[in-house]
């Protein structure tokens, strides 16, 4: 299995400043077929299911604000949350997609600091 | 508008089985795969398998082997999951989600909104 890891386990930003999330993957998900990472990021509000926002490590799903953004390769990716807004406030998960079982990252609490 | 309706609470007993529906509307059902998660109460996120719609194909994570079940009915836009052999640490909220790609492994960019199962003798 693919092990995800996430650092910090939660993270305190004050409103409008940047909050950045790591994931880490235990081997590469980068495929070589496609040219791509197979990495997608989360977020999951309280009482509601996970809202994705970012796929292949960086691109950004339809109707997600642009100051998310996702980067990175191979075995080391980045979310990074710009001028950090009250409704963003949530749990973040990754998740590769490369291979079965598809896994996920334990998830990062953003909270206000 | 992709929607993802899934049936209501369950409560269980340990060793029984449990089954959880996710009825799909606006688009085309066979040419998207379903994909179940679950996540225990408080804790993260965790995959169980997909389902093609088309042919009916599986895949399950196999920790789950020979235990789930996924099915679908075309007339009627619905996937369902069983789960065998009910134990304690069962006890979650399952999401069925529409997978973004079809290729069974890629992004799942829509989600039901969680069913959460019970097993408590």
């Known amino acids: 299995d693919i092990v995800m890891t996430q650092s910090p386990d939660s993270l305190g930003v004050a409103l409008g400043e940047r909050a950045t999330i790591n994931c880490r993957s235990s081997?590469?998900?980068?495929?070589?077929?496609?040219?791509?990472?197979?990495l997608a990021w989360y977020q999951q509000k309280p009482g509601q299911p996970p809202k994705l926002l970012i796929y292949?490590?960086?691109n950004r799903e339809p109707g997600v604000p642009d100051r998310f953004t996702g980067g990175g390769s191979g075995t080391d990716f980045t979310l990074t949350i710009d001028s950090l807004q009250a409704e963003d406030l949530a749990v973040y998960y990754c998740q590769q997609y490369y291979s079965n079982p598809i896994t996920f990252g334990p998830g990062t609490t953003v909270d206000i600091k | 508008q992709v929607h993802l309706v899934q049936s209501g609470a369950e409560v269980k007993k340990p060793g029984a089985s449990v089954t959880v529906s996710c009825k799909t509307s606006g688009y085309p059902f066979t040419g998207y795969y379903i994909h179940w998660v679950r996540q225990a109460p408080g804790q993260g996120l965790e995959w169980l398998g997909w389902?093609?719609?088309?042919?009916?194909?599986?895949t399950f994570a196999p920790k789950f082997q020979g235990r789930v079940t996924m099915t679908r009915d075309t007339s009627m836009r619905t996937v369902y999951l069983v789960l065998s052999r009910l134990r304690s640490d069962d006890t979650a909220v399952y999401f069925c989600a529409r997978e973004g790609g079809n290729s069974g492994y890629d992004d799942l960019d829509h989600w039901g909104q969680g069913t959460l199962v019970t097993v408590s003798s």
């Open positions: 389902i093609n719609p088309n042919r009916g194909a599986t």
């Open positions: 081997q590469s998900v980068w495929d070589s077929s496609n040219n791509k990472n197979n």
């Open positions: 292949w490590a960086s």
